[in-house]
Nanobody
Framework: QVQLVESGGGLVQPGNSLRLSCAASGFSFTYYAIGWFRQAPGKEREGVSCISTSDGGTYYADSVKGRFTISRDNAKRTVYLQMNSLKPDDQAVYYC??????????????????WGQGTQVTVSS
């Protein structure tokens, strides 16, 4: 059974940090690119970051470049999203998703095969 389980969300003050985790099971993790996406109320889903397969290439939305870092630990079947200098505009439900094969760009998620349930990130003072 394919599962992607996000964790690490919560309430944080502007300027602070959070690290999200995405634990995968039920599929050949190393053959899948993993992406992070977010959706705020009343807004469309947007791609935040993704990490490819063997070469580990990473891609970021312009809005998070320099603040967020994506990484993967294939031994632990987990992908992380380190989020620094959080802003109120970062507030959203964050989802991780898996796509078979390498990825050379950040999409809106339409081409991803498996999705997690999401974790809420609230940025507020």
């Amino acid at each position: 059974q394919v599962q992607l389980v996000e964790s690490g969300g919560g309430l944080v003050q502007p300027g602070n940090s959070l690290r999200l985790s995405c634990a995968a099971s039920g599929f050949s993790f190393t053959y899948y690119a993993i992406g992070w996406f977010r959706q705020a109320p009343g807004k469309e889903r947007e791609g935040v970051s993704c990490i490819s397969t063997s070469d580990g290439g990473t891609y970021y939305a312009d809005s998070v470049k320099g603040r967020f870092t994506i990484s993967r630990d294939n031994a632990k079947r987990t992908v992380y999203l380190q989020m620094n200098s959080l802003k109120p505009d970062d507030q959203a439900v964050y989802y991780c998703a898996a796509k078979y094969g390498p990825s050379w760009y950040l999409s809106s998620g339409h081409d991803y095969d498996y999705w997690g349930q999401g974790t809420q990130v609230t940025v507020s003072s």
